[in-house]
């Protein structure tokens, strides 16, 4: 199974998402935007997981959201990696509730490595929801409508969740299913 821990996101902050992304106006993109269903918040991407490991990532992951308080998270600007000019993921970025992201990413590393053995990841962590990955370089009038395209307008929501996801890959795009939500309940 291809496996990843996330923040998943309401429904109204879905619609957010989905607002921002209308209002950037970029008709027939090289690209396929990512489904407003499976925007989220990755913490850990784990990859090819073996079945009986499911168990022992549960309890991992458990321990660290006993121990971290729910949290406000806010969306904002969008961007891209490495850059808008030649992006080749896009997204929206964190605003509220990005250190504590880092923070909970950081713990759920740790915990994984320690007792699992889990590779870390070398990457820093970076806050932010992915709308869009980018295969082929885009022509500079398509970077200059991404440079204005407008951020997330009442794009906040609650943690208080932290989801193991499975993801199955399609020609039509990927399909996301939680397989174990896991509250956050440090400060109760």
């Not at 993109?29 to 489904?35: D, H, S, Y």
């Not at 971290?68 to 969306?75: C, D, H, S, V």
């Not at 759920?108 to 295969?135: C, D, Y």
């Amino acid at each position: 199974m291809r496996l990843f821990f996330a923040v998943e996101f309401d429904e109204r902050l879905r619609a957010a998402v989905s607002h921002a992304i209308a209002g950037a106006r970029i008709p027939d993109p090289p690209w396929r935007w990512v489904a407003p269903s499976n925007v989220h918040i990755t913490i850990k991407f784990l990859g090819e997981t073996a079945d009986d490991m499911v168990p022992l990532l549960v309890a991992a992951a458990t321990d660290v959201c006993a121990e971290t308080p729910p949290f406000q998270i806010t969306l904002g600007a969008f961007g891209g990696f490495p850059d808008l000019k030649k992006p080749r993921v896009l997204f929206y970025e964190t605003v509220e509730g990005a250190r504590e992201l880092a923070d909970l990413a950081r713990r759920i590393e740790a915990a994984l490595h320690r007792e699992l053995s889990i590779p870390m990841e070398r990457r820093p962590f970076r806050a932010h929801a992915t709308v869009a990955r980018v295969k082929h370089p885009i022509a500079s009038d398509l970077t200059a409508r991404l440079l204005k395209a407008p951020p997330v307008e009442g794009g906040t929501q609650r943690v208080d969740l932290l989801s193991l996801m499975k993801s199955d890959l399609r020609r039509e795009g990927a399909v996301y299913e939680r397989l174990k939500g896991i509250a956050l309940t440090g400060g109760r």
